[in-house]
């Protein structure tokens, strides 16, 4: 049944967004944990977190907000390692999750990794796992999503210039292709921003601008999260 409420809300969200503004780029409001693919949906890839996302950092929100009841600590860090050992993959977005033991090692063998023993283990038990947490649909909105995934205390100025940076990184991404924050500081990000868009905004003035975009660093120079 959650399967069909989030194939319907997909094609419903997909259709407003088409209708209501076909010239801008998609940006959405919240994100829904795909128990298939053991990842978060609708972050794009010019959202502000698109660079970090981790198999490991996203299963973990998620199980913590479906279940109060701890993993073992066998059984986290056997977790853990599996998930930090996905992330090196290029399989994101793979339903890997909706395989059999045999489909996920032939998959995994397709691109030339090792498959062990304990790795069919621990994704048999992963898959129990998230079968059970594929009975509640697992969605946060986008701001409560940047709160956990940041791990940094967000009050509701910085949401606001949180979601101003992301609204010019997209239109940056409109104008010159993907850029990355940590390849820009602040007032250079500004300048890009009036030479490229045509603003005027002013580094000197943007005090609440620059303390969030500082945060976004925070986060960027942190790598993938722990």
């Known amino acids: 049944m959650k399967k069909f409420i989030l194939s319907i809300l997909t094609i419903l969200?997909?259709?407003?967004?088409?209708?209501?503004?076909?010239?801008?780029?998609?940006?959405?409001?919240?994100?829904?944990?795909?128990?298939?693919?053991?990842?978060?949906?609708?972050?794009?890839?010019?959202?502000?977190?698109?660079?970090?996302?981790?198999?490991?950092?996203?299963?973990?929100i998620a199980y913590n907000h479906f279940s109060s009841e701890q993993l073992s600590e066998t059984e986290e860090n056997a977790y853990r390692n599996f998930l930090i050992k996905l992330d090196t993959l290029a399989v994101r977005g793979t339903p890997i999750f909706s395989y059999s033991s045999d489909q996920f090692r032939d998959?995994?063998?397709?691109?030339?990794?090792?498959?062990?023993?304990?790795?069919?283990?621990?994704?048999?038990?992963?898959?129990?796992?998230?079968?059970?947490?594929?009975?509640?649909?697992?969605?946060?909105?986008?701001?409560?999503?940047?709160?956990?995934?940041?791990?940094?205390?967000?009050?509701?100025?910085?949401?606001?210039?949180?979601?101003?940076?992301?609204?010019?990184?997209?239109?940056?991404?409109?104008?010159?292709?993907?850029?990355?924050?940590?390849?820009?500081?602040?007032e250079e990000f500004i300048e890009l921003v009036n030479q490229e868009l045509g603003t005027t905004y002013t580094a000197e003035t943007n005090t609440s601008l620059k303390e969030t975009y500082e945060m976004i660093e925070r986060i960027y120079q942190k790598g993938e999260p722990e």
């Open 107 to 186: 998959f995994l063998e397709q691109s030339d990794t090792t498959v062990t023993i304990e790795d069919i283990f621990v994704f048999n038990s992963m898959k129990n796992v998230l079968e059970e947490m594929d009975k509640e649909s697992i969605t946060f909105e986008k701001h409560d999503f940047v709160q956990l995934y940041s791990n940094e205390e967000i009050n509701e100025e910085m949401f606001h210039s949180y979601d101003e940076i992301q609204d010019l990184i997209t239109e940056l991404h409109m104008t010159i292709g993907n850029i990355s924050i940590l390849d820009y500081t602040f």
């Open 13 to 60: 969200l997909l259709t407003l967004s088409a209708c209501s503004n076909q010239d801008q780029l998609e940006e959405f409001d919240y994100v829904i944990y795909d128990t298939d693919s053991a990842t978060f949906l609708y972050i794009n890839e010019y959202d502000i977190l698109y660079p970090l996302q981790s198999y490991e950092k996203e299963f973990f």
